[in-house]
């Protein structure tokens, strides 16, 4: 049975860090690609983080490049996400994922959510002005 499970979430102050991790069993975690999602109240799921579980490429979003950290302990089968300066803007639901076989895009290169066959029950973040 494939889990994931998510903690390290929190409330902090702008500017403030969060280490956020995801506990992976149930499944070979080198044969996956492993991602971080975010949704916020109203809004669309967001693909924040992305890491190639075999290589160790990267991506981030735009709006947090340069402040979020995406990587994997893979003899322990877990990720992590490193997240500093932290925003108001950044307040959501994080979610880890996971995806058989590859990463799932859309066209325009941001990661596509409904590629991803696993997911955790999230953790909140909640950045205060």
């Known amino acids: 049975q494939v889990q994931l499970v998510e903690s390290g979430g929190g409330s902090v102050q702008a500017g403030g860090s969060l280490r956020l991790s995801c506990a992976a069993s149930?499944?070979?975690?080198?044969?996956?690609?492993m991602g971080w999602f975010r949704q916020a109240p109203g809004k669309v799921r967001e693909g924040v983080a992305v890491?190639?579980?075999?290589?160790?490429?990267?991506y981030y979003a735009d709006s947090v490049k340069g402040r979020f950290t995406i990587s994997q302990d893979n003899a322990k089968n877990t990720l992590y996400l490193q997240m500093n300066s932290l925003k108001p803007a950044d307040t959501a639901m994080y979610y880890c994922?996971?995806?058989?076989?590859?990463?799932?895009?859309?066209?325009?290169?941001?990661?596509?959510?409904?590629?991803?066959?696993?997911w955790g029950q999230g953790t909140q973040v909640t950045v205060s002005s």
């Open positions: 890491i190639y579980t075999s290589g160790g490429s990267t």
């Open positions: 149930g499944y070979s975690y080198s044969r996956y690609c």
């Open positions: 994922a996971a995806a058989h076989g590859g990463c799932s895009w859309y066209a325009n290169g941001q990661p596509r959510p409904s590629g991803y066959n696993y």
